[in-house]
């Protein structure tokens, strides 16, 4: 492999606090290592524009503590076909690029591998990522904060649950992974949950409101994960309000607050140490490769195996709910 001058970044998918942090890192390990940086703006769909500018360490100032992402994001059809990954080596080959770092998730992932993939181009990526589904790493950099957020949210909500005695039904993010459900649901105390990764067919939810455990609490706080798998909190909270009428249901859908706001100090320091983390794997000569992070160290992981290898929810965590929830 030809000695590496210059790199790229970019952000895409969805935002995640501790990008910024993430993008602070890269930029600053790269000039650390002698080499030039250039941000793309607005993701993939930048690369095809070529929307592409010099960083400096002046650039990644004062954003390690904000949330979103400086470079922005979108969504880009056009990079789905080898037609438009072409065009976006082409404009990394201009600017004299010899590697490209993306911060991103599942979707992310699958893109940065096709191009590395069809032209042999060295591209390194850092999972970021509220749903924490990405295999082969512990944390992903986001999931931290947007877990201190649910939790924050649903401890307010039990406030007037259990003013009026009702039961509220949280529908939070995490479409095709009930990790942020889960871990939120310990946290903030709730009754049950309601995640993908086990089919939900309301007997469960039925025998706990049937139950005599219930009947004594002030409130009940229910943590639904989005998406089709139980048609989310709406679908849940009818089907409780039309089988048990003795409970006041409520919902609330906490939606993109969850990805708002300053990293939490875990996400500042995960994504400071993958950012250089990345840089490293790249003059070491690594690509097509995710920096996770497994039992506190770094690790290089192949994209293939973060995608394609459904991270598991712990079943001992899911018992866990049922046990606390008495």
């Not at 930029?27 to 929307?51: P, S």
């Not at 080596?89 to 992310?108: C, F, M, N, P, T």
Request: hydrophobic letters at 45%; a negative charge; glycine letters at 12%.
């Amino acid at each position: 492999m030809s000695k590496i001058r210059k790199i790229a970044i970019l952000t895409s998918g969805g935002d995640a606090p501790g990008m910024n942090a993430a993008i602070r890192a890269v930029v600053r390990g790269a000039l650390y290592h002698g080499l030039a940086v250039m941000g793309c703006q607005r993701g993939f769909q930048g690369l095809i524009e070529n929307r592409l500018q010099e960083m400096s360490s002046q650039s990644v100032s004062n954003i390690i503590q904000r949330g979103g992402t400086i470079l922005e994001s979108a969504r880009s059809e056009a990079f789905r076909r080898v037609e438009g990954r072409r065009l976006a080596y082409q404009h990394l080959s201009a600017h004299g690029i010899d590697a490209l770092v993306v911060i991103g998730g599942d979707g992310s992932f699958t893109g940065a591998s096709l191009l590395a993939g069809e032209f042999d181009f060295p591209v390194v990526g850092i999972p970021g990522t509220i749903d924490n589904d990405l295999d082969g790493t512990d944390h992903t950099i986001g999931y931290d904060t947007a877990l201190n957020t649910v939790v924050e949210a649903v401890d307010k909500i039990r406030d007037t649950a259990s003013s009026h005695r009702r039961l509220f039904f949280v529908e939070v993010m995490g479409r095709d992974a009930g990790f942020l459900a889960l871990h939120s649901g310990i946290a903030c105390g709730a009754e049950a949950i309601l995640v993908p990764e086990v089919h939900s067919d309301y007997q469960a939810l039925d025998a706990y409101l049937g139950g005599s455990r219930i009947k004594g609490k002030s409130s009940s706080i229910v943590l639904v994960a989005e998406g089709e798998h139980c048609g989310g909190a709406l679908k849940a909270a009818e089907w409780v309000a039309r089988e048990h009428p003795e409970y006041d249901v409520r919902v609330s859908i906490l939606g993109h607050i969850q990805r708002g706001g300053a990293p939490s100090a875990m996400d500042r320091v995960l994504a400071s140490r993958m950012g250089v983390a990345a840089i490293e794997a790249l003059l070491a000569g690594e690509r097509d490769v995710m920096i996770g992070v497994i039992n506190h160290e770094m690790v290089r992981v192949p994209f293939e195996q973060a995608i394609k290898h459904k991270k598991r929810l712990q079943p001992e965590l899911l018992t866990l709910i049922e046990v606390l929830s008495i």
